[in-house]
């Protein structure tokens, strides 16, 4: 079974937004055993709409379409499924009750025509109900090609594939299983890894497919499986997933599902009832914003000091004035004061601090571009790592941000075992 | 001039990574008026790539390709690239010098074998330099279409994109020019400002094209013009955005460029020389992650108080454990108070201050799911706004981000007029 994803939006071909629903349409469908073929960002254009369509009629099984199904003139993929399909519009009852209930009574605006006009479906469509929204899910099919509209407000869209597009797949469609597993590594680039297990991965039967993730410091490998009998994929890949072990143990940190490490960190601490908080000056809080993302952190984080200037390092942390003047500001002194200050501060078991100068400019403090130190207080010991993340700016931010949870990890970690 | 981008990697299929080198390539290109038709995601498949590349044979003047040129089995577009021009791969001795010289001189390892193979290219292509990075870029033309190869890597892409690939085609091709001019509207929904304007928009001239853009609780509304005549362009886009702000002048908030608001108010900011701080709970530091990532963000961002836990709020922010008591943690009085509390902590002009319950569930502090106080402290008074965003969580989070940032653009604007 296989699908393209279609994305609607001027704003996206001139670079105005990123396209996150595609990834999360596939993310969905690929779990299910939904291959998808490939991924298209067009323009609000009727032709090449319809010229994209036509492409893919008998192709693939579904095409997913998102974006153009707002109440504006510039959105006309309503009007182009009716073209396409030889329809009309008419009136959906339950979705225009739907809109007048969410506009009047939740909203309490009067409602106008434009809202009204969200109603209009075309006339041989599945209405998909989308309950967070006023703009519904259209399922239609032509030939051997089901065609599904969604909104492009990604909650919206979001609310749709997981209620009720992928319950309907999977009550309507036979399917392949699709496993993947993912092996993080840490600490070695891909070329080095990639030599390490070249045998390895030359011995790899033909199902498995082996993928490179590189990002800065870390390479996740990507093992994917694909058949019809479930408990033989999953016995091989457990094989092949203990011989690379066995090769490359001392880089492991860990295998993922689904989860990114952020959302890995919270699980760990929740089991083991251990809370953290942050202390952070070059990654401005991007560490804490990410920790406090997921549901239900409160349970293990407390909160984050964001020192961005020295002056605040001194007045709230506590740092020593003294400290900072001895060693500066980038400095293991003075990341491990900061970490330490944070854990006493906010009462926690771990505390990350960074510090470090992102550039693009040598800045006041005079340190290196790209240096930036990380601490992270235990329970027991206070750990100090140095490094340099080179250039731009954003890598640095980013590579500081996730060295920190990996360090982190690491740590929970040998408090598990 | 009409460009397509094309992005291959499974791992994008498979919706493990949402691709962000699109977004950024269109825009550089968008910038110099070239025009994108379309973007392609694709597997990491031999024939799939090279049909996707005759599909587009003399279709566009340039096509960009991203990823595929890891030293890894699973990158195989540099081989593709030689199927497709009948060509091969030879060592390019400037490559060869530049990956050694960053693996034996910068990162201090011994070269392996798969480094050196980086610096295999196709004999006819021009190289394009990447000196943040091992894998070069590389420019083919194949009759009236040019194929550029670039690695997938974020930053080793833009490199190339600002540093070779824009100065090259301003240097070899006349383009027309495109101009986009963004109106920043707030507080009222798309099919009410639809209403407001219809008048005004189905009076625009036909080489005008009108994008609306919603998020929550804000529009942007795009007016596109394409054309040789700048001069003429400019003035009929300054007419009708003086014209369509006589109607809406109530909800206009700004113009953008290419400035998103994070990056406006720090220009803003340190141009009248003010400073920020934030105490976030429900924000959880995101609000200070955005302030800190634009370069130069230390002439005005100082840091942030993270109090996610109520412990956080009165231990480093001192808000009376009495307050918090007599009218709860998502309260007007204790969100005045953590604004107030940052701007003295950290000695700043202006503090942002959020509180609320970003949800799933209700949680210890019983607040209504998607409730949320905001507070900015200004040099003169504490201004409070209440707002219930509703749910899903992210989508919570992220409108009482962008609410803040809203709140904060608008005094910062009313102490320049």
């Known amino acids: 079974m296989r699908a393209t994803i279609v994305t609607i939006g001027d704003?996206?071909?001139i670079g105005q937004?990123?396209?996150?629903?595609?990834?999360f349409i596939a993310k969905s469908l690929d779990r299910i055993?939904?291959?998808i073929s490939e991924m298209i960002s067009i323009s609000d254009d009727k032709s090449h709409i319809v010229n994209t369509f036509l492409a893919l009629q008998n192709k693939v099984d579904l095409v997913i379409i998102?974006?153009?199904?707002g109440p504006t003139k510039d959105d006309v993929t309503k009007k182009t499924f009716c073209d396409y399909f030889e329809d009309e519009l008419v009136v959906d009852a339950a979705v225009l009750a739907h809109v007048t209930q969410l506009i009047e009574g939740f909203y309490k605006r009067e409602i106008t025509q434009i809202n009204k006009d969200q109603a209009l479906v075309p006339s041989k469509c599945t209405v998909l109900h989308n309950q967070v929204g006023t703009a519904p899910g259209m399922w239609m099919k032509k030939e051997n090609t089901v065609f599904i509209s969604l909104p492009g407000v990604p909650y919206e869209m979001k609310y749709l594939v997981e209620n009720e597009i992928i319950p309907k797949v999977v009550r309507e469609y036979e399917r392949p299983y699709i496993m993947h597993k993912t092996i993080l590594t840490y600490g070695q680039g891909e070329s080095m890894v990639a030599e390490r297990i070249e045998d390895w991965e030359n011995d790899l039967p033909d199902f498995l497919k082996l993928a490179y993730l590189p990002s800065p410091g870390r390479v996740r490998l990507r093992l994917s499986a694909r058949g019809t009998d479930k408990e033989m994929l999953e016995r091989v890949i457990e094989e092949r997933v203990a011989s690379l072990d066995a090769i490359i143990h001392d880089i492991i940190v860990g295998f993922e599902d689904e989860d990114t490490i952020d959302v890995m960190i919270g699980k760990m601490l929740k089991k083991q009832g251990k809370t953290i908080a942050t202390a952070e000056s070059c990654t401005g809080g991007a560490i804490a914003s990410l920790l406090a993302a997921t549901a239900g952190a409160s349970a293990y984080f407390k909160g984050s000091v964001v020192s961005y200037a020295t002056?605040?390092?001194i007045d709230v942390l506590g740092i020593p004035d003294a400290l900072i003047k001895k060693h500066t500001v980038v400095s293991a002194?003075?990341?491990?004061a900061m970490a330490l200050s944070a854990k006493r501060l906010m009462k926690t078991d771990y505390a990350i601090a960074t510090t470090g100068n992102a550039g693009p400019t040598k800045g006041e403090v005079n340190a290196e571009i790209g240096a930036v130190f990380i601490a992270l207080a235990t329970p027991t010991e206070v750990i100090v790592e140095e490094h340099n993340f080179g250039q731009p700016r954003e890598k640095v931010i980013d590579r500081a941000v996730f060295s920190s949870l990996e360090l982190l990890r690491k740590e929970i970690l040998k408090n598990v075992l």
């Open 66 to 69: 998102t974006g153009g199904l």
């Open 33 to 35: 055993g939904v291959e």
């Open 17 to 23: 937004i990123v396209d996150t629903n595609s990834a």
């Open 311 to 313: 002056e605040a390092k």
């Open 11 to 13: 704003e996206i071909l």
């Open 333 to 336: 002194e003075v990341v491990s």
